[in-house]
């Protein structure tokens, strides 16, 4: 899905806002991860899982942005050079081919902690259209479907509680994924 034109900032680098499991496993290389605010979108619990924190039996849930409010996540700096094979990776990641896609990229204005000028980074927004798409959810509802959910890549908790620790590390707060984390019954 990478075209000849990069989505480089003004100031020629390539920015990626993550705002879940891209915190705590970019998997990429980049030279500089800053707190960052997006506004129109929040994250959410939105998207059926059925692969990697569910099964089709036993579905989990994984965040995307949804629109409306604002999230606070991470902007990743990659250098001119690494831009390219940077967003070969997250496309694979992220929009896989044969799988049913749940996410569209885009381009969007984020302000880095300490910047006075918005940058433009690439994030990845929950597909409404998708089948995938779940409407809102109470926090009770997410919280038992999280908690019994498992799939490839390990258990829905983990990914809810990993995202939960590296916000709080970058001293980010997420109410409502810690309404529904405070609702988790025992293991």
Request: charged share 20%.
């Given at each position: 899905m990478v075209t000849a034109a990069l989505p480089l900032d003004a100031d020629g680098h390539l920015?990626?806002?993550?705002?879940?499991?891209?915190?705590?496993?970019?998997?990429?290389t980049h030279v500089a991860a800053v707190p960052?605010?997006?506004?129109?979108?929040?994250?959410?619990?939105?998207?059926?899982?059925?692969?990697y924190r569910g099964t089709p039996?036993?579905?989990?849930?994984v965040l995307g942005l949804d629109?409306?409010?604002?999230?606070?996540?991470?902007?990743?700096?990659?250098?001119?050079?690494?831009?390219?094979?940077?967003?070969?990776y997250l496309d694979d990641r992220e929009l896989p081919d044969?799988?049913?896609?749940?996410y569209d990229r885009r381009v969007l204005p984020v302000r880095m902690q300490g910047a006075t000028a918005p940058v433009r980074a690439v994030t990845y927004v929950a597909r409404r259209g998708s089948p995938h798409y779940c409407s809102p959810l109470t926090p009770e509802a997410a919280a038992a479907i999280i908690a019994r959910g498992r799939g490839e890549t390990g258990s829905n908790r983990e990914y809810l509680l990993n995202t939960l620790a590296h916000l709080g590390a970058l001293g980010l707060r997420d109410d409502a994924l810690t309404r529904i984390a405070a609702l988790l019954p025992p293991e």
């Open positions: 920015y990626v806002f993550g705002y879940g499991s891209l915190i705590w496993r970019p998997g990429f960052a605010l997006l506004r129109g979108f929040h994250r959410r619990f939105c998207l059926w899982s059925h692969r039996e036993a579905p989990g849930l629109r409306g409010g604002a999230c606070r996540g991470v902007a990743f700096r990659v250098t001119p050079a690494d831009a390219e094979q940077v967003l070969a044969g799988a049913e896609i749940v």
